[in-house]
């Protein structure tokens, strides 16, 4: 019951604030303009994550306080990089501090805390990046975590409440950007996005056994994979790594003729059919567990090869998604 309150609270509070955040991001000027990189034609507002902020903070703050600091630390560090710029080494030290923060918040379990403190930064380090470079097309990052948060929230008892807090403002929020869309994360959004999906994960895990361990990474395959491929891609090129391009999977899909709104509900469902094996694996065996997500990981792996995403790219770097 609780979860089911959460979702529908932050429901309703993602469709009440989305626009008024809307509007505020265009007075104070936080929009994204259109450039060689943007596949968009006019200012779209920022400021998006601020919108799904407010929205789980009542949830979630009643269910788990404490989940709330290092929330509001990725927010306001993703805010200020829309804003300012932020370096890139100076971002990833700031991104580092927030991820110890969320171990220090939700440490990994079955180690010692120390380990555990370091593994959820790594994971919350991983994912604030890899969600950010998937907030390239409407919907397609907020889509894709949304279906993370669901295999979460039925992955781990845990991870219910905080994980269905995300996925109802998720869903509010998509009223507004889903294309063509009226308003993107940013940065704070996406690090906003990044930071709860490692918590969650790692609340996931919890009391999962090694099922759990061998599920949970299925639930966030496609934006670790698209990130992975970026890497990879960008290595082969010799570009640098903290660069970017417009040869991301959902940008070569989008090259090879699949209109934006088809690469972005091929990619969620695509998200949505891992989470859907990795919650299976969660609760199997260790055995079928490991089985299921070998053949997940050969299949993306094959697709990835034999389709061409590794192919190196000499587009130019791009800026901030």
């Not at 829309?82 to 991104?95: F, G, I, Q, S």
């Not at 361990?213 to 090129?237: K, M, S």
């Amino acid at each position: 019951m609780e979860g089911a309150l959460a979702f529908a609270a932050a429901l309703a509070v993602a469709l009440a604030a989305t626009p008024v955040v809307a509007r505020l991001a265009l007075a104070t000027g936080l929009v994204d303009h259109p450039g060689p990189l943007k596949v968009h034609r006019a200012p779209v507002a920022y400021l998006g994550g601020l919108a799904v902020a407010v929205a789980v903070a009542g949830p979630i703050g009643a269910h788990r306080p404490a989940l709330l600091a290092p929330l509001a630390a990725a927010l306001a560090l993703g805010v200020a990089d829309d804003a300012l710029d932020v370096p890139p080494r100076l971002r990833l030290a700031c991104e580092a501090g927030i991820g110890v923060l969320a171990g220090v918040v939700v440490p990994a379990p079955g180690m010692p805390t120390a380990q555990g403190i370091a593994l959820t930064a790594v994971i919350a380090v991983g994912l604030v990046n890899a969600v950010n470079l998937l907030d390239g097309l409407d919907g397609l990052a907020a889509g894709a975590a949304l279906a993370s948060a669901l295999g979460f929230a039925a992955l781990g008892a845990g991870a219910r409440v905080p994980a269905l807090a995300l996925a109802g403002a998720l869903v509010g929020f998509l009223a507004y950007n889903r294309p063509p869309a009226r308003i993107y994360l940013g940065d704070g959004g996406a690090y906003l996005l990044g930071t709860a999906l490692a918590l969650c994960c790692v609340l996931a895990l919890d009391g999962g056994g090694a099922s759990a361990w061998l599920g949970a990474p299925l639930i966030v395959a496609v934006p670790a994979v698209d990130t992975a491929i970026a890497i990879a891609r960008r290595f082969r090129a010799r570009l640098p790594l903290f660069g970017g391009d417009r040869s991301h999977v959902y940008d070569q899909l989008v090259d090879r003729g699949w209109t934006a709104p088809a690469a972005v509900l091929a990619l969620v469902a695509l998200q949505g059919a891992l989470a859907v094996a990795g919650v299976a694996a969660g609760r199997l065996s260790a055995v079928v567990a490991g089985a299921i997500t070998s053949v997940c990981a050969i299949a993306i792996v094959a697709a990835t090869v034999l389709g061409g995403f590794l192919s190196p790219t000499t587009s130019a770097p791009e800026g901030s998604e």
